[in-house]
T-cell receptor, first 115, second 110 residues
Framework: GAVVSQHPSWVICKSGTSVKIECRSLDFQATTMFWYRQFPKQSLMLMATSNEGSKATYEQGVEKDKFLINHASLTLSTLTVTSAHPEDSSFYIC???????????FGQGTRLTVV | LAKTTQPISMDSYEGQEVNITCSHNNIATNDYITWYQQFPSQGPRFIIQGYKTKVTNEVASLFIPADRKSSTLSLPRVSLSDTAVYYCLVGVPGGFKTIFGAGTRLFVKA
């Protein structure tokens, strides 16, 4: 199947700093990218949906100024957690799908720890 | 978006067949049913997708009754490495907003 590469796989940052997570579709054009966060022993919670070249659509309760999403190309989307705080510590996962795809392909996830 | 309901957890033993049923009573005409597997600290992995009747691939089978209001993922002869969370999702392929339900935690014992 198609591959989505997500980096970094884990990151530790200080409170107040910003962290960028990259998500690349390696062998398909991801016209739509989804970003999720997942807390321990819980399901994935959709944060936002982004279409290439357009502004992301955020789910209710997700701060767009804190979680900046860029989807400038068909193969790359980034999530920047700005002014991170310990409560932002979580597992972040991206997925992508294209017009020719019948399912979404997920990245490996990024474990963010804010200290 | 069709809501899905699955058992919270299931236990099995190595070598057994495991069937996980998902209810999706308000599935729409254009919706497909997709199952994903997730191991701890990894992204979900696609298992199987279907629209109606039965679909089989190298790892699982998917049974969908005529009314499509439920579906059953069948894992033949599970092993310890099949211990994971299994998610059932319903939506339009290629453009759907993937909303995850709670999933089913499968524990495979020796």
């Amino acid at each position: 199947g198609a591959v989505v590469s997500q980096h970094p796989s884990w990151v530790i940052c200080k409170s107040g700093t910003s962290v960028k997570i990259e998500c690349r579709s390696l062998d398909f054009q991801a016209t739509t990218m989804f970003w999720y966060r997942q807390f321990p022993k819980q399901s994935l919670m959709l944060m936002a949906t982004s279409n290439e070249g357009s502004k992301a659509t955020y789910e209710q309760g997700v701060e767009k100024d804190k979680f900046l999403i860029n989807h400038a190309s068909l193969t790359l989307s980034t999530l920047t957690v700005t002014s991170a705080h310990p409560e932002d510590s979580s597992f972040y996962i991206c997925s992508g799908t294209g017009t020719a795809n019948t399912e979404a392909f997920f990245g490996q996830g990024t474990r963010l720890t804010v200290v | 978006l069709a809501k899905t309901t699955q058992p919270i957890s299931m236990d099995s033993y190595e070598g057994q067949e495991v069937n996980i049923t998902c209810s999706h009573n308000n599935i729409a005409t254009n919706d497909y049913i997709t199952w994903y597997q997730q191991f701890p600290s990894q992204g979900p992995r696609f298992i199987i997708q279907g629209y109606k009747t039965k679909v089989t691939n190298e790892v699982a089978s998917l049974f969908i009754p005529a009314d499509r209001k439920s579906s059953t993922l069948s894992l033949p002869r599970v092993s310890l490495s099949d211990t994971a969370v299994y998610y059932c999702l319903v939506g339009v392929p290629g453009g759907f907003k993937t909303i995850f339900g709670a999933g089913t935690r499968l524990f495979v014992k020796a």
